[in-house]
C-alpha cells in the first residue's frame, strides 16, 4: 500500500480536482475546457467533468461567469481561509488569550452551529458552553457575526498556559495526522496521489491551531508540513498552467 493509503485518503473524484484547481488559482476562474484538461491529467474523463460542474453549479459551488466557472462567495471565503493557513499572519506573543463569551440569549440551532462554525474557523477553542479563547497572537479581524453576539475580553489564566492550550486542542493528534499525511505526499507514486495527499495537507493546515511556539511539543510539525506543501504547490501549479492555459 503506498503512502496515500496509509494515510486513509479518499481517491480523487471529478469535483475534488475541480474545486481544489479552482482554491488554488487566482482569481478562481477557469474555462470548462480547461478544467477538463485538469481532470485528464489525472484519469477523469471529460463527460465525468462536465456532469461534475453542472452539479456543483446546481448545489452553489459554482457559478457561470465570464465564459466560464467561478467559485461562489462561500468558496472564496475558503479560499481565504486556506491562503490564510498556508501563511499565517502571526504577531508576537506577550502572554494575553483572546475570550469570547456568547450571550446567554435563545438561538435557533442553525444560528448557533454557524456561530460555532465561525469560532472554529477564527481558531478559537471552546473553554466551556459559550466561552470561546486563544492565546492572542493572530492578525485577524473577528467578523460582525462574532462580535454581535459576544462579549469580547482579554485575559490570562493563572494556570500554566501550556497546559491550557493542550486541554482545548488535540496536539498530539494533530501532529500524528500531520506527519503521516507528509509521508504520504513524500511517498505518493504519481501527481494524481501527490495531489490527493496535498489536499489532505491543506485541509489539515486549516486546523492547525497556529499557538505561540512556547505552547507547542518540542517536534511540532506544523512548520515542516507547510514548507512541504509550498514545494508541492510550486511543482503543481506548473503542471496545472500547462493544462489551465488557454486556448
Known amino acids: 500500500m503506498d503512502g496515500t493509503g496509509r494515510a486513509g485518503l479518499r481517491p480523487l473524484t471529478a469535483r475534488s480536482v475541480v474545486l481544489s484547481t479552482l482554491l488554488g488559482h487566482h482569481p478562481p476562474l477557469l474555462p470548462a475546457r480547461a478544467l477538463v484538461r485538469v481532470g485528464r491529467l489525472f484519469g477523469i474523463a471529460e463527460g465525468t467533468v462536465r456532469v461534475a460542474l453542472s452539479r456543483m453549479v446546481a448545489a452553489g459551488d459554482l457559478e457561470q461567469r465570464d465564459g466560464g466557472y467561478a467559485l461562489t462567495a462561500r468558496l472564496l471565503h475558503r479560499q481565504a481561509r486556506q491562503d490564510d493557513a498556508r501563511s499565517p499572519r502571526t504577531r508576537p506573543w506577550e502572554g494575553a488569550w483572546e475570550i469570547a463569551v456568547v450571550a446567554p440569549e435563545p438561538r435557533p440551532a442553525a ?127 506548473a503542471l496545472l498552467q500547462e493544462h489551465t492555459a488557454t486556448p
Open 111 to 237: 444560528e448557533r452551529s454557524a456561530l460555532r462554525q465561525e469560532m472554529t474557523a477564527l481558531r478559537l477553542a471552546e473553554l466551556r458552553e459559550g466561552t470561546w479563547l486563544r492565546p492572542a497572537n493572530l492578525r485577524r479581524p473577528l467578523p460582525p457575526s462574532v462580535t454581535g453576539p459576544c462579549t469580547l475580553l482579554t485575559g490570562r489564566p493563572d494556570e500554566d498556559p501550556a497546559a491550557l492550550a493542550a486541554s482545548l486542542w488535540d496536539l498530539a493528534g494533530w501532529a500524528d495526522r500531520a506527519r503521516a499525511l507528509h509521508a504520504a505526499l513524500e511517498q505518493a507514486p504519481d501527481p494524481a496521489g501527490e495531489f490527493t495527499a496535498a489536499a489532505a495537507i491543506l485541509r489539515h493546515l486549516m486546523a492547525d491551531p497556529l499557538l505561540p511556539a512556547g505552547l507547542l511539543p518540542a517536534d511540532w510539525p506544523g512548520d515542516a508540513l507547510r514548507a512541504r506543501y509550498e514545494v508541492f504547490h510550486a511543482e503543481m501549479r
